[in-house]
């Protein structure tokens, strides 16, 4: 789960970059939080007694406190969440590399710009993060990239993991990979199977259609919010 923060004192535009810069996130099959704030001064708050941000996207020209004097207080706390300046005064940019910012936005042209700068985002993460998830059986390590992972079906407390080249089966329980599967893009489709979103050619009545032509179950009091998530995840 990534805690995304967004800030611009302009209410309209704060709101529709928080609902693009969501959007584009989750379009990489990344779970998120994005919240907005119009005062630098309460994230700055928010930042310093309760709460850390992987990504902030902040304008430069606000009254209270500007984007690079923030930046600026973060980086002097040791805060090293990436920073992306989305901002109409490209006079700035010189002046911004001081808190060592990851990307700068032109307003003007952010609807051009930002998807490739959330790209750049979920790429440096992912090098930060390895994807590889660890699973520990009978005193055994087990190393799977949920990226790989097409479904999961849990029968009798055994679970097979189906992947592009292998299958797998272990007694685990399917709560805690799921669990451990947040953040992946996988979408509970029925008591037990778990399935990843990339996979998903077709949601039908009472079944999912995968890439690989298999069909599976979905439980019907999940559809709705089965087609809710991977409309969600797939946009």
Request: contains cysteine; charged residues 30%; aromatic residues 10%.
């Amino acid at each position: 789960m990534l805690n995304i923060a967004v800030c611009d004192d302009e209410a309209v535009t704060l709101d529709y970059l928080t609902r693009e810069i969501g959007a584009l996130f989750r379009s990489h099959g990344l779970e998120c939080i994005v919240e907005p704030f119009q005062h630098g001064t309460l994230l700055r708050k928010k930042i310093m007694t309760t709460h850390s941000y992987d990504v902030l996207f902040l304008d430069i020209d606000m009254p209270d406190v500007n984007g690079i004097d923030l930046g600026r207080h973060l980086r002097e706390q040791q805060n090293d969440s990436l920073i992306v300046f989305i901002s109409n005064r490209e006079e700035y940019v010189y002046q911004s590399l001081k808190v060592k910012p990851f990307r700068f936005v032109r307003k003007s042209r952010f609807d051009a710009e930002i998807g490739q700068v959330v790209q750049d985002i979920v790429h440096e993460l992912s090098r930060e993060k390895p994807h590889d998830i660890v699973l520990t059986i009978n005193k055994t390590f087990v190393s799977l990239d949920p990226f790989k992972i097409i479904y999961v079906e849990c029968t009798n407390k055994t679970l097979s993991i189906v992947m592009e080249n292998e299958k797998l089966e272990i007694t685990y329980k399917l709560a805690d990979l799921e669990e451990m599967l947040k953040g992946y893009g996988f979408i509970r489709i029925h008591k037990g199977y778990l399935v990843n979103y990339r996979y998903i050619f077709s949601i039908e009545r009472g079944e999912v259609v995968l890439d690989i032509g298999e069909r599976l179950p979905v439980s019907k009091y999940r559809i709705s919010e089965v087609k809710e998530k991977f409309r969600r995840l797939a946009l």
